[in-house]
Every structure is written in C-alpha cells, then in structure tokens.
Nanobody, 111 residues
C-alpha cells in the first residue's frame, strides 16, 4: 500500500523559514517524480514545486527563489525548504506522486 506522510509544518512569522518533509512508503521511491501542492484558505489546491526521479526541479512563479525542493532516495523522503515566508504562503501543504496524496501539513505565516 502506497502511503505519503507529511510533517514539519507550523506557525512562523513573516520572513521566517520552515522545512516540511514527506516520507513515502510502499513505492519504489527513487524512480518517481514527487510534487508539493498548497491549498490556501478558501482556494483550490495548486501545484508549487516538483522534482523528477533524476532530480530535476521546477517551481511555481510564486515561490521561485524562495523555496527549494529536494529528495533523499535513501530515506524515501522529499522536503521543501521554504524561506522568506509571507502570509500568502499560509495553507495546507500536500505531497503527491502518481495519484497518491498525503494528509497534508498546516503552514501558517503570521505575526
């Protein structure tokens, strides 16, 4: 059974940083691309970053230059380093691969 479990969200002040992670199980992790999505309050879930099995990364314009996606194939983990956070980054962050979603981790940026 494929499972994705996110962790590492929280409350942070504007300008701060967080590093949520997602651990995968039940798949041959190293060959699959992984993605992070964000669902802000009252809005649809939207893609923000992805990384291929080979390590190629892509970012939405809204997070480019501030967020960095990475993967550790030995630990079946994908992480999202988020810097210079602002209130617009508030939302539930989900990792995703194929048709599988995690349960999400809440990120709140507020003073």
């Amino acid at each position: 059974q494929v499972r994705l479990v996110e962790s590492g969200g929280g409350l942070v002040q504007p300008g701060g940083s967080l590093r949520p992670s997602c651990e995968a199980s039940g798949i041959r992790f190293s060959i699959y691309g992984m993605a992070w999505y964000r669902q802000a309050p009252g809005k649809q879930r939207g893609w923000i970053s992805g990384i291929t099995g080979g390590g190629t990364t892509n970012y939405a314009d809204s997070v480019k230059g501030r967020f960095t996606i990475s993967r550790d194939n030995a630990k079946n983990t994908v992480s999202l380093q988020m810097n210079s956070l602002n209130p617009d980054d508030t939302g539930v962050y989900y990792c995703q691969t194929q048709a599988i979603w995690g349960q999400g981790t809440q990120v709140t940026v507020s003073s």
